[in-house]
């Protein structure tokens, strides 16, 4: 156990560290905050985790891609998004996707679910966790602090989902039609290969 704890905490460090050399000290301080709700958080519930995540990554400045990135649709890592301290819907969510699965939450309970956000007539993205397969799932969005039933968002029409390894067209409200692998999403992808080997792109701006 003891080998472990310090080989997490060196993977912290050098988390930090490059972030911080990166994108500058105030990055440099999200990093170690980021990193510390991952550790600090391992003991609690699942429902604990889902609110410290949320939470957590719910304090970051929302911006569009173009503002950020100058580019139309970018999906930032979680260290892009930690360094940038800013994104959109997807960097959201992706976040607090990849922060879950660290702390343990197996990928079979969260969907990322790409909608429509009715009330603002824009396309959006939320985390979706399934405590079972054919529970109601709880929604985790950027655009809302608390954590909700899918039942209570009628402002949000999903399109479609997909996790570590499946994707999913979603059908009727609150069903889903499997449609093959999560691997057929270009972005995605790219996003997977830059994350595991910690490829970071410089925004317009960090906040």
């Known amino acids: 156990m003891a080998v472990a704890v310090n080989v997490f905490a060196a993977t912290n460090k050098q988390q930090i560290a490059k972030i911080e050399h990166f994108y500058g000290e105030r990055a440099g301080k999200r990093a170690t905050a980021w990193?510390?709700?991952i550790q600090n958080s391992q003991h609690l519930s699942e429902?604990?985790?889902l609110k410290a995540v949320n939470n957590f990554f719910n304090q970051f400045v929302f911006i569009s891609d173009e503002k950020l990135w100058g580019k139309e649709d970018y999906w930032a890592t979680p260290y892009e998004f930690v360094g940038a301290g800013a994104g959109d819907c997807e960097d959201f969510s992706i976040a607090k996707y990849?922060?879950?699965?660290?702390?343990?939450?197996?990928?079979?309970?969260?969907?990322?679910?790409?909608v429509k956000a009715l009330e603002l007539n824009q396309f959006h993205m939320v985390v979706a966790y399934y405590s079972t397969p054919s529970s109601v799932p709880l929604i985790l969005d950027n655009l809302k602090g608390e954590i909700s039933p899918a039942t209570q968002r009628k402002d949000l029409l999903p399109i479609y989902s997909f996790n570590g390894?499946?994707?999913w067209l979603m059908k009727n409200r609150g069903q889903s039609q499997v449609a093959g692998?999560?691997?057929?999403?270009?972005?995605?992808n790219d996003l997977r290969d830059r994350s595991n080997k910690i490829i970071l792109h410089r925004p317009k701006n960090t906040y």
């Open 35 to 37: 990193r510390a709700l």
């Open 47 to 49: 429902q604990q985790k």
């Open 98 to 114: 990849q922060a879950l699965r660290e702390l343990g939450i197996p990928d079979k309970k969260l969907r990322l679910i790409y």
């Open 165 to 167: 390894s499946k994707l």
């Open 181 to 188: 692998k999560a691997s057929r999403l270009s972005l995605w």
